[in-house]
């Protein structure tokens, strides 16, 4: 099976060399990824205008531009094999809840499934660990082979490993749950350039979320690993039900 391999934190963070390397052993693995960190991005793809992609080898390249742009090019630019799975992460911070609407990460494997390709987003709750996220990429590997067969076409299924995962710390450990909902505070810098014009910066925002059950943010805070699979239809299938049967 050929894996696609990308993020949204750079080419250089540690999640994505680790998937590199811990998944290399079992699968054939091609890596493109942005050249510097390109988070919060969604589904953001460049169109009309070039983009700077470097090959590393055979099988790594570095692309200038946004995690989609990383998709859209290895599975149509002939720099690699046919793909048969697309994995975005291994995210610094977490994704959940409404988080899927912003994050770089699952848009990368929103833009898989959006293309027939069975995607998976994964992102950890450590930042910065010593390990260089090992443990995580290990457990996706662990992951792939019980689960890779159930992702259906058009489904991105979002996996998201706490800091610390209870009882055996295995992928045993695993819920499924539905996306929780995510509250945002939001607090912009300005700083006066001159009159009438100032500059406004958000240095990001104060997280918080629903106390829900059944729901990832749930199961993660529990330490269980949780994961959602996500469909690309967002119609809100009961509501326009009921407004054509009005």
């Not at 983009?51 to 590393?56: A, L």
């Not at 992460?89 to 833009?111: E, P």
């Not at 014009?197 to 925002?205: A, I, K, P, R, T």
Request: with cysteine; charged share 25%.
């Amino acid at each position: 099976m050929n894996l696609l391999i990308t993020n949204d934190d750079g080419i250089s963070s540690a999640g994505i060399k680790a998937l590199e390397r811990v998944l290399g052993k079992s699968y054939k693995t091609y890596l493109i990824a942005p050249l510097k960190e390109r988070s919060v991005t969604s589904m953001a793809l460049t169109v009309f205008q070039g983009m700077r992609v470097e090959r590393i080898n055979d099988n790594h390249y570095i692309a200038d531009g946004f995690p989609v742009d990383c998709v859209n090019i290895g599975l149509y630019a002939e720099i690699f094999p046919k793909i048969d799975f697309v994995i975005s992460g291994i995210n610094r911070g977490v994704n959940m809840g409404y988080d899927v609407h912003y994050s770089g990460t699952v848009g990368a494997a929103k833009h898989g499934a959006l293309h027939g390709i069975p995607s998976l987003a994964v992102s950890s709750g450590r930042i910065d660990p010593e390990d260089g996220y090992e443990k995580e990429a290990e457990l996706v590997l662990t992951f792939l082979e019980t689960y890779k067969s159930q992702i259906q076409s058009g489904e991105i299924w979002n996996l998201n490993f706490p800091p610390e995962i209870s009882g055996t710390g295995t992928i045993s450990e695993l819920v499924f749950t539905r996306l929780g909902r995510r509250r945002y505070s939001e607090k912009y810098e300005k700083k006066q350039i001159i009159e009438g014009v100032s500059e406004f910066q958000l240095n990001g925002s104060l997280l918080g979320h629903d106390e829900e059950t059944g729901t990832d943010f749930e199961a993660y805070y529990q330490g269980k690993i949780p994961v959602t699979p996500i469909q690309l239809d967002l119609t809100e299938k009961n509501r326009l039900k009921e407004l054509q049967t009005k």
